[in-house]
Every structure is written in C-alpha cells, then in structure tokens.
C-alpha cells in the first residue's frame, strides 16, 4: 500500500472506530457523552494532512469523487448504527431487532467510504512518453510506446452494495440524491493494455478538466478514444 493509500484509508477507518465507539457511549450513558466520540470522528477525518500529488498531476474533483462518496458513506454507516439503538431507547430500553437488519446494511457506507479513499489517494502523471498512475496500492508506469490497446472499461460495485444504499436513500426521504452514488456505483474509463494485456484502468468519472488532458495526450500519441 502506498503512503497515501494508507493515509486515506486510515482517516476514514479511525473515524469508523470513533462513531461506533460513540454509539456505544450513546448506548450506555447517552448523547451527550457519546459526542465525544462523533467528534473525535470529525477530527481524525478533517485533520490528518493529505500527501500532495506532483505538481500538474491529474487527480480526481474532490467535490463529487471524494467528499461526496465520503459524507454518503458516513451518513450511511451511522444511521444504520445508530438506527436499532434510536428505537429500542425509545421503546423503553433493549437492543430493537431491527439491528438484525440495519447494522449488516451499514456496510454499504464502508464500501462508499472505500471509493472515496481510492479517489483521494490517486493521481496521474502526463509526461510527454509515459504515464505514470498512483493510487491507494501501486504506482505503474507505462511508456506511450507499450501502448497496444486502448478500450473502454467499467466498474460497479457488488450488487450487495447498491440493495443496501436504495433502501437507505429510501429511508432518509432522499431517494433522488444520487450523484455521488451514480460515481461509486457505476464508473467508466478506460483501459491502457500492453501486448501481454498488462496495464492499468482509469475512471474517467470525476476527473473534470483532467479527462480532457488524459484524452489529448493519447490522441498525442496516436489514439483517438470516443470519450470526450
């Protein structure tokens, strides 16, 4: 894993342990003492530095590929968390069974949250014979001249996903709030392959002016893509 990866990956996962750790708190003395913990999940997301990509280097817009799969998977991950607690204080105490239900679905925030730390640890370098990809596991280099096929490529997330997301959006009286959710559940881009069929995918979804520049440096190079 790359240093960015696990700096994205680890500021979401540290504020995951802080709201259950909060909605543990909720359950036994509270909200009040439990804020502690929500805020601590505010801290440990909002503070930590992020590693600047180079300068010029193509990245995704954070507006709607990052923060936006972010807020939709922390809402997600915490209502559904906190949702059976919610209930069963309100019917005089006890676990209610809807977390039977609930706490399995509040994975689809986790996935969420994973596109997001994918988006934010990735970058892409445009130099005039080669790329260079970087994101949460790797970083690739492929010379403009290896280059012996460029396709299209898509990628959605497991169908489990997206079965626990409708029903959340369904739940928070938001079903048409589906623009960072359209990015994390159904993505297109491209795919650079070698002659051996090695090489790399990028998503083309969120990168803003940065799909026009990947777009005319292949044309640079003698690849014309349907893609603009």
Known sequence: MTGSGRREFGRRGAALVFITLGAAT???????????????????????????PP????????????IGPDLLGFALFTGFLMLPLLAGRMEGGGLHPSALLAWPMALAGV???????????????LLPDRLILHDWRRELRLQAAEIARVAPWRR??????????????AMAGRPGQAGPLRLARDTTGLALCRADGTGFHIALDGL?????????????????????
């Open 55 to 66: 300068k010029g280097a193509v990245t995704y817009d954070r507006g709607p590929a990052v």
């Open 111 to 125: 996935a969420l949250l994973a596109v997001g730390a994918w988006h934010a640890s990735f970058w892409l370098e």
């Open 208 to 228: 803003g002016a940065g799909r026009r520049r990947l777009l005319a440096w292949l044309s640079a190079n003698g690849w014309e893509v349907g893609h603009g």
């Open 26 to 52: 909720f359950w036994v003395a509270g909200l009040w003492p439990a804020s502690a913990g929500f805020l601590a999940a505010v801290a440990v997301y909002v503070l930590p530095p992020h590693l600047r």
């Open 156 to 169: 959605g997330l497991p169908g489990w996903v997206t079965v626990g997301i409708a029903p959340a959006l």
